[in-house]
């Protein structure tokens, strides 16, 4: 089969990214251009920035992706870009290009979900890796449980109710002052906490595989509130790790128990929690136990970047899912809906 190359282009939030992948599997460039200096100025991403930096951004990163790879763009096969779940002036962008591109080009436009993205992170780390399998999908603004049931078909089986549980890290790290994005810096500070000093609250909802992490955010909140209010000396690696703790508890016992509800015997997890050091740990010690294969990618393919959308497009395009030019972006896109 002839070989295909996939230019991968993400603007859903605050990077600019693209990349090709060689026949869906092999990342040959993955360039992104992060804006979260910028955003950290203001603790957390703010929209009308993050457009305006995709729009000074996306054709640099482009161009790099395509010289890095060693190719010109005559020979790019397909062009899949993000059309949402995002910021909708951010995704606009990205997708703006790509629809100029594949018009000039005469290539096809595939739109990818973000969020099947980044569950394709884990076919870029993995060459072997064939669905079906669980994947725990836990990002800033996702917390989901999804059946893979094969390449571009999928069920969410289990979302948030409420924050996702990188919002939830990013709301704490504010309050604690360890700055944005919030999931690194816990991360970092729990190495050296006592991970049992509190007891935050974990949310369970019976015959549901559901999350809920804004009551424990407020636990924590309001210990931290009442704590200054007492003139306390607060803990910063001890709360940090109690939180995190009970974040990865419950991430960990729903995944756990969906995969052992399916004949599935696999557990994949995607997005920028997913290169949180503790759930790494616990979820691969929990999936040894449940005698099921554990998949993550690496941190650089969990967070935002394009080669997991060049995947997901080269997917679709080899099931014939072309995207007409006139795909509009949409910031509240469900993940089964073309
Ligand atoms: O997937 P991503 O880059 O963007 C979205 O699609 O949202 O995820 C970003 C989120 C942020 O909330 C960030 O705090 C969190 O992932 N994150 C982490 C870690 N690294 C990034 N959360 C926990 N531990 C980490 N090491
Ligand atoms: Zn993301």
Do not use: W
């Amino acid at each position: 089969m002839k070989d295909i190359y996939t230019l991968g282009i993400e603007t859903s939030c605050d990077e600019t990214a693209a990349s090709i992948v060689l026949n869906g599997r092999k990342i040959l460039s993955n360039v992104i251009s992060t804006q979260i200096d910028i955003h950290k100025l203001y603790g957390g991403v703010v929209p009308e920035i993050a457009s305006r930096k995709h729009v000074e951004f996306v054709l640099p990163v482009i161009n790099e992706a395509i010289i890095e790879a060693g190719i010109t763009k005559n020979e790019i096969d397909v062009i899949g870009v993000t059309y949402g779940p995002g910021l909708v002036g951010a995704l606009i962008v990205g997708l703006s290009v790509a629809k100029a591109m594949a018009y000039t080009l005469q290539k096809p436009l595939v739109g990818v979900h973000h969020i099947e993205g980044h569950i394709s992170a884990n076919f870029l780390q993995y060459p072997d890796l064939q669905p079906p399998f669980i994947c725990l999908v836990a990002s800033g603004g996702h917390s989901n449980i999804v059946q893979v049931k094969d390449y571009g078909q999928y069920e969410v089986i289990g979302r948030t109710r409420d924050d996702a549980a990188g919002e939830a890290f990013d709301k704490i790290s504010r309050a604690l002052g360890l700055g944005y994005p919030g999931g690194p810096a816990i991360d970092k500070a729990s190495k050296s906490g006592n991970n049992e000093a509190f007891n935050f609250p974990r949310v369970r909802f019976k015959g549901s595989l559901d999350f809920s992490f804004s009551g424990l955010k407020t636990s924590v909140l309001n210990y931290l509130n009442n704590s200054v209010a007492k003139g306390e000396v607060i803990n910063v690696p001890d709360v940090c790790a109690s939180f995190q703790k009970a974040v990865v508890d419950i991430l960990v016992e729903n995944t756990i128990k969906a995969v052992e509800a399916s004949d599935y015997k696999k557990i994949a997890l995607a997005g920028g929690v997913a290169s949180n050091s503790y759930l790494k740990k616990c979820m691969k010690e929990a999936a040894d136990k449940a005698h099921v294969e554990f998949f993550c990618p690496d941190p650089i393919l969990c967070t935002d970047n394009a080669a997991m959308i060049g995947c997901a497009a080269y997917y679709q395009y080899l099931k014939g899912t072309i995207s007409e030019l006139n795909l509009n972006a949409n910031p509240r896109l469900a993940i089964n809906e073309r």
